[in-house]
């Protein structure tokens, strides 16, 4: 079957530097995209990595191994506008997209 | 910008009612999804759309049915509600088939009750 590991909830404190991982197992792999979503609110784009290492966007980063089949998403300098849930998810050979349950990131003062 | 306008943001509906829920994008995009969205499970794709009256089963289709007459339009149906259909469902609309560097852009969700 096809899936998606990452972890439920994170907890972080503003300005510091916090880091979601994703493992997948799917059938094929085009490439790992990443989403956030504010609570009642629309999944919306960060990222998608479809070759090995660190893709920068300003205070937000993602890394993609494909040997290893796993990806983060690093956030730095946090902000309590930060506080979401990040949905990792894979385009597989059939490009549809196999997503993750989501990560909630929670950010203290 | 991309606007994907869901037309309900709260829907309560009586079991075995037939229930549709709607989705409008206005940036001439080739492909619609409709997804549902439950606690601790990821999105799961209950139907797509690559081009008008074209539709393809997800992973979830059982007890929908979808409709796009339109491109821009692109209709999910419940057709005999039921309680374990109680959900969020999100529609979101993307302008290739491969998705990966075109991002797909979501609606606001319907939060759909069926008592």
């Known amino acids: 079957g096809q899936s998606l590991e990452q972890p439920s909830e994170v907890t972080a404190v503003e300005g510091a530097i916090v880091q979601i991982n994703c493992t997948y197992q799917t059938s094929g792999f085009y490439g790992l995209s990443w989403y956030q979503q504010h609570d009642g609110g629309a999944p919306t784009f960060l990222s998608y990595?479809?070759l090995d290492g660190l893709e920068e966007t300003g205070r937000f980063s993602s890394f993609l191994s494909r040997s290893d089949s796993y990806g983060y998403l690093l956030l730095q300098e946090l902000q309590m506008k930060d506080s979401a849930s990040y949905l990792c998810a894979v385009l597989d050979s059939n490009y549809q997209l196999i997503w993750g349950a989501g990560t909630k990131l929670i950010i203290k003062p | 910008d991309v606007k994907v306008t869901q037309s309900s943001r709260y829907l309560v509906k009586r079991t075995g009612e037939k229930v549709f829920l709607e989705c409008v994008q206005d940036m001439d995009h080739e492909n619609m999804f409709w997804y549902r969205q439950d606690p601790g499970l990821g999105l799961r794709l209950i139907y797509f759309s690559y081009d008008v009256k074209m539709k393809e089963k997800g992973d979830i289709p059982e007890g929908y049915s979808v409709s796009r007459e339109k491109k821009e339009r692109f209709s999910l149906i419940l057709e005999s509600a039921s309680t374990n259909q109680t959900s969020m469902y999100l529609c979101a609309s993307s302008l290739w088939r491969d998705s990966g560097n075109q991002p797909q852009h979501f609606g606001d969700g319907t939060r759909l009750s069926i008592l």
């Open positions: 990595n479809a």
